[in-house]
Each structure stands twice: as C-alpha cells, then as structure tokens.
C-alpha cells in the first residue's frame, strides 16, 4: 500500500536553530516529492517539488532532500523564525504528472512551533 | 490573481441539512480537487475533475457530489450532513507539477 510517513510528529525549537523533518514513503510508481507548509488555518503552499532525479533543492532557508533508493527526504530550517511555526506536509506522487492527474498520498504533517 | 478561493470560511450544520461549498479559481486549470482534512490525518482526497464536464471520485466520496460546469468553479455538495462530516475541507487546482490549495472551509454538523 502506497504510504507517506512523516517524523516526528511535532517539534518545539528555540528560534534561530536549525531543525531537519523527515519523510518515508513507500509510493511506486515515484514521481515527485513535495513540501507543503500549512499555517494554522490556512491552505497548504508548496516549498519544495523535486522529481527522482533531484536529490536537493532549497527555497531560501528551506533545503529539501531526496534518496529515491532508501525512498526517504528531508526538510531542513536554517536559523528559524517564530513564522515558521506551522505544518510541514510531505506529499508523494505516484503518477506522472503530464496529465496534469497524478495521485498524490499525503503524510500526516510535522507540527513545528518556533518559541522566542 | 485570487488564485483558489473558497466560501464561505466557516459553517455550522444541523445533522441532515444540505449545503454547498463553492470554489473558484482564476487560474485556468484543468484539474480540481476536493480534500478533507481530520485531525491526525493526511488530506484525503474527496473528489477531482480533470475539466469541465468531467468527475471523479477520490479516496472518500461517499455523502458528496460534485459537478464542474465551467473550468473556473467546482462545488462540493453535501445532500444530507452527517456529525462525519465536520471537517475542514480544501479545495484545490492543478497544473503540470504544482497544486494550490484554497483557504479552507471549517464545516462543523451537529
């Protein structure tokens, strides 16, 4: 069964350090991985989308990587801020995404919370 | 743009009530999409349409219709609400490697 695990489930982190979420799936077909950030509240935006090819692609203070062999990535928060506070949702797709369909399996989210 | 836009924002529902929640975007895209979101749990997906005319159902379809007559707005329809279905509920649009989300609708059933 097709599956996207994401930990730890929460964090609390002082801000200006660093942090590293993970993600384990077992999606086949792979596509692409993606990162979402969801704010409390609000929909999700996507950081990051990298295809099996990329093993890294950073989006300001945000780096996500990807090993398509151990079928796991990373998120990576350089010297947080209190507006990172928010869920991080990894998403595997298990289509190509040519026709614009694509199944896409979402984890459960990482809840992060920046305190001063 | 406005992007994905979803009315209303919240909503409270007696059991066996009917409503629609209405979604639009501005975007021109083919593909849209339905998603609940429950605590503990990844989004789940409700129902898509890959354009106008076109449906189908997601992983959890079932006390919801859909119908997509134009590209640009897709409502997700709830015939007889049930306590099951208070969810915050998300549409979104698709293109080629990029989806966005709307802002949500917190439905609550009582």
């Known amino acids: 069964k097709n599956q996207v695990e994401q930990s730890p489930q929460s964090l609390i982190i002082l801000e200006g350090k660093n942090c590293t979420l993970q993600c384990n799936y077992t999606v086949s077909p792979f596509s692409n991985l993606r990162w979402y950030k969801q704010d409390t509240g609000r929909g999700p935006v996507s950081l990051t989308i990298m295809t099996f090819s990329e093993n890294t692609k950073s989006n300001g203070r945000y780096t996500a990587t990807l090993d398509a062999d151990t079928k796991q990535s990373s998120l990576h928060i350089t010297a947080s801020q209190l507006s990172d506070s928010a869920s991080y949702i990894c998403v595997v797709s298990d289509l190509l995404d040519g026709g614009s369909q694509g199944n896409l399996i979402f984890g459960k989210g990482t809840k992060l919370s920046v305190k001063p | 743009n406005a992007g994905v836009t979803q009315t209303p924002k919240f909503q409270v529902l007696k059991t066996g009530q009917s409503m629609t929640l209405q979604c639009a975007q501005d975007m021109n895209h083919e593909y849209m999409s339905w998603y609940r979101q429950d605590p503990g749990m990844g989004l789940r997906l409700i129902h898509y349409s890959v354009g106008a005319g076109i449906t189908d159902q997601g992983e959890v379809p079932n006390g919801y219709n859909v119908s997509r007559s134009t590209t640009e707005d897709f409502p997700l329809r709830l015939l007889s609400a049930a306590p099951s279905q208070t969810s915050v509920y998300f549409c979104?649009?698709?293109?080629?490697?990029?989806?966005?989300f709307g802002p949500g609708t917190r439905l609550t059933v009582t």
């Open positions: 979104a649009s698709k293109t080629w490697g990029e989806q966005y």
